[in-house]
């Protein structure tokens, strides 16, 4: 690959990554990076044992021979021995937000952040962000990669960044409305929270401001909650994909169909599994997805079990992209919670009760245990105008939502209804679940 400097051509490069690429080429790019990958892992310590007997794959059958990397492998064994080059050829480390405590590091050799940033790039470009567009990152800059994937994939375009990172919302509006901010880059529950801190303050999400598309990643949310965003600030919102381990965002991004994520899959190599036998699924069918690194030089990782539930859509996409699809995550096996011996995702609640019109913007679940017996709570915050009505209407509000939601989950909840502004609200990822048999 050429250097790419001249922002023409960068244009250039972009759209025929994206539009060209004939399925049986990328196939064979594919097969081609898979062995670059294979060959360039074994010179760490913790892949060079475990592969060392592997030869040059021929076709992708028999990556059912390589074992696995898991969450714990990067857990349990010393950060540097994924490590396929010296320190000194390393220029970043990215960290995951340890939620039980240790961490996974994350290693860039500089022509792997160019490569993540061209991606990020293209992710952009496809959802129509150019050059004169006003780029306001409102993700933790940090160890965190949502922070600086995003600013460095723009500044590629040639966008103007303002890395305003997480939180003083007051902050984040002015600088929205002295700027023209026109994209943003977000959690859900946060830009949730700024709608409602903008109608607070007497202004109007979708009159005073000039934003025209939001990236929201970070946390699950549903297609209703996309559609509530869309409407207050009449705005693109996309859905994009990443996890650091793939080096952050970028894996995948909606186009502007909006049905499903397009995977870069001339960088990631795909597979979905049963996690529970570990056997190889096909398109149309749910699982958890495996992505192996094509094209990372620093800290390749082959079949990564990622944790996130989804499927290869089989459909080819409208826009003419041959990157195959996945259907939105619909959780990581990580939030998922059992009540009563069921499995349910944050997710799914969440897409039950905002389709309710009265529902404003935050809800939390709560997890007890009583007498030996699981007790699911569901608060929701209701619209003042709602909540201020008839005690007879509210009662019947939280009756059908306890009903619907008995629908989809199969276990019958406690809702209780509070007003807007109860809950405790957040600026980073949103800890909508409170599981107290753990506490
Ligand atoms: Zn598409």
């Not at 529950?189 to 929201?216: C, M, Q, R, W």
């Not at 036998?277 to 096909?282: D, N, P, Q, R």
């Not at 996130?308 to 826009?319: A, G, P, V």
Request: aromatic residues 8%; neutral net charge; hydrophobic residues 35%.
């Amino acid at each position: 690959m050429q250097q790419r400097q001249v922002s023409s051509f960068l244009v250039d490069f972009w759209e025929k990554s994206i539009e060209t690429i004939d399925e049986k080429k990328l196939k064979e790019l594919q097969l081609e990076r898979l062995n670059y990958s294979i060959e360039i892992a074994k010179k760490s310590e913790f892949y060079g044992q475990k592969l060392k007997d592997i030869k040059k794959i021929k076709n992708f059958d028999e990556l059912e021979k390589i074992p696995f990397t898991t969450k714990e492998d990067l857990l349990q064994n010393n950060p540097l021995s994924f490590l396929t080059t010296d320190l000194k050829n390393i220029v970043r480390v990215h960290s995951s937000s340890g939620t039980t405590g240790r961490s996974k590091y994350i290693f860039y050799t500089k022509k792997d952040i160019e490569n993540w940033a061209d991606l990020v790039a293209r992710c952009l470009f496809m959802v129509g962000i150019r050059k004169n567009d006003i780029f306001q990152n409102m993700m933790s800059y940090g160890l965190f990669t949502g922070g600086l994937g995003l600013h460095y994939g723009a500044e590629k375009i040639g966008i103007l960044v303002i890395p305003a990172g997480v939180g003083n919302t007051e902050k984040q509006i002015e600088l929205m409305r002295e700027l023209k901010t026109t994209v943003i880059h977000i959690t859900p529950s946060y830009l949730l929270y700024i709608a409602h801190y903008i109608e607070e303050i007497g202004l109007s999400p979708s009159e005073d401001f000039n934003l025209k598309t939001a990236i929201v990643g970070a946390e699950p949310y549903s297609e209703n909650t996309r559609k509530k965003l869309e409407n207050i600030f009449k705005i693109n919102v996309y859905n994009c994909y990443g996890l650091s381990e793939m080096n952050g965002p970028g894996v995948a991004f909606e186009c502007p169909y909006k049905d499903g994520l397009h995977l870069w899959e001339d960088n990631y190599y795909m597979e979905i599994i049963d996690p529970k036998t570990g056997k190889i699924l096909g398109e149309n069918e749910e699982g958890e997805l495996v992505l192996t690194t094509l094209k990372r030089e620093g800290m390749p990782l082959i079949r990564y079990r990622t944790g996130d539930l989804t499927k290869i859509l089989r459909e080819r996409c409208e826009c003419g992209r041959t990157h195959r699809k996945i259907m939105r995550i619909k959780g990581r096996s990580d939030d998922m919670f059992i009540v009563k011996g069921v499995n349910i995702f944050p997710s799914q609640i969440e897409a039950v009760i905002m389709e309710f019109p009265e529902v404003d913007k935050n809800y939390q679940i709560i997890i007890d245990r009583k007498g030996g017996l699981d007790i699911l709570t569901v608060q929701v915050e209701i619209k003042k105008e709602f909540f201020k009505g008839e005690i007879n209407e509210l009662r019947d509000l939280q009756e059908r939502i306890k009903e619907k939601l008995k629908e989809k989950i199969f276990v019958s909840p406690i809702v209780e209804l509070v007003e807007t502004g109860t809950l405790p609200t957040t600026t980073g990822k949103a800890k909508r679940v409170i599981d107290k048999r753990r506490l």
